[in-house]
């Protein structure tokens, strides 16, 4: 079925391990999104990608990598999982930056013990 | 990016009446766009604005962009109890940024 999809939905990992967030979209976007989201802060914008190989840092990129080697793909990692990183995690994806909407995936709940 | 600023920030909003949410920046705007997140679900985008002054509306919602681009809004009549939810704003010329949202609790 086509569209925008995250995995894991739910992740519950230790303080200190390496987690992947994994999204994959099959509208061959040029534009992704890793947004994360928390209580009275909204959505705020990790990192995102204007195409395959390009990325580029957002609101609060520290802590996390992003790579875009395929087109349809945009994993986020945590190098090294922080209890300030509990949050839940959103990937998007727009056909081109301006003049045009993002479609959200369902999100992943990652939590940080 | 461009930085944009929702009030209110909570709304409790009687079923059958009307609201509004605003959303404001200090910088001109190149574009608007409205999204809802409903309790549990994910971002789904309601509309686009990107001319001055530009009205659109869609059924019960009237969307607005103000004729200095620097604030929107979002209006909505006969509130009804799919109208719960968090509404947010979002712009950018190189990256979309988002308000923090307006959440909206009907009450029955």
Redesign the interface.
Do not use: C, E, I, T
């Given at each position: 079925d086509a569209g925008i999809t995250q995995s894991p939905r739910y992740k519950i990992t230790e303080t200190g391990r390496q987690v992947t967030l994994m999204c994959h979209q099959t509208w061959s976007h040029s534009y992704m999104f890793w947004y994360r989201q928390d209580l009275g802060h909204g959505l705020r914008l990790i990192y995102y990608s204007a195409a395959a190989d390009i990325t580029d840092k957002g609101e609060v990129p520290d802590g996390y990598v992003v790579s875009r080697s395929k087109t349809e793909n945009f994993p986020l990692t945590l190098e090294s999982a922080t209890r300030s990183q509990t949050s839940v995690y959103f990937c998007a994806s727009s056909f081109q930056f301006m003049n045009t909407e993002a479609f959200f995936g369902q999100g992943t709940r990652l939590t940080v013990v | 990016?461009q930085q944009v600023m929702?009030i209110p920030q909570y709304q409790h909003v009687q079923e059958g009446e009307d609201f509004t949410t605003y959303c404001n920046s200090s910088t001109t705007l190149?574009?608007i766009?409205w999204?809802k997140q409903r309790p549990g679900g994910?971002?789904?985008?309601l509309i686009?604005l990107?001319k001055s002054g530009e009205v659109k509306k869609q059924k019960r919602l009237t969307f607005q962009f103000g004729e200095a681009k620097k604030n929107s809004s979002l209006h909505i009549t006969a509130t009804q109890t799919t109208d719960v939810g968090t509404y947010?704003c979002?712009s950018?010329?190189?990256?979309?940024?988002?308000?923090?949202?307006n959440q909206v609790v009907v009450i029955p």
């Open positions: - | 990016g929702q190149s574009n766009q999204y994910h971002p789904v985008f686009q990107v947010f979002a950018g010329n190189n990256r979309l940024a988002f308000g923090k949202g």
